[in-house]
């Protein structure tokens, strides 16, 4: 049985985020370069991550720096909220995610602008919206990430 891919998008993860992150497709849109990054940072990629940094921010964002975060993180769920390609020069992706951090869990909602470097989209900076705490999540209660499963059985055991 093959994995549902992280982002959310209910393909499986060899078709959908999978060719991206072994540079076998290139993101044909700013949503899907922001779903392929999300799953990179919750498979833990770091490469791909800063490979897909536009290079004015790339000296701000060390390959250290990110897999460390990566590494830290367990990302539980992706909300796509709005996409906004209106603009020539830049593209917006909306989204909500929700994540485990230091045992805690968070809902953080950004508005992420997209610009083309050499044909290819990447991810230059974003305006977060809101960043929160929620409420704990019990061993019992479902996992957040819709997997079906308890939390004790899903992600708590990756946030240990």
Known sequence: MSQI????SA???SDCCQPLHQGLKTAETAEQLMRSRYSAYALKLGPYLEQTWAQAERVNNSLA???QWAEQTAWLKLEILATDYTANDFHFVEFSAQYLHQGKRW???EKSRFCREDGLWRYLDGDVKEHQLLAEIKRNDPCPCGSGKKFKKCHMLLNA
């Not at 891919?5 to 959310?8: D, I, K, R």
Request: net charge negative.
């Open 11 to 13: 393909l499986t993860y």
């Open 107 to 109: 809902l953080m909602q």
């Open 5 to 8: 891919c992280p982002c959310g």
């Open 65 to 67: 720096d990110i897999q």
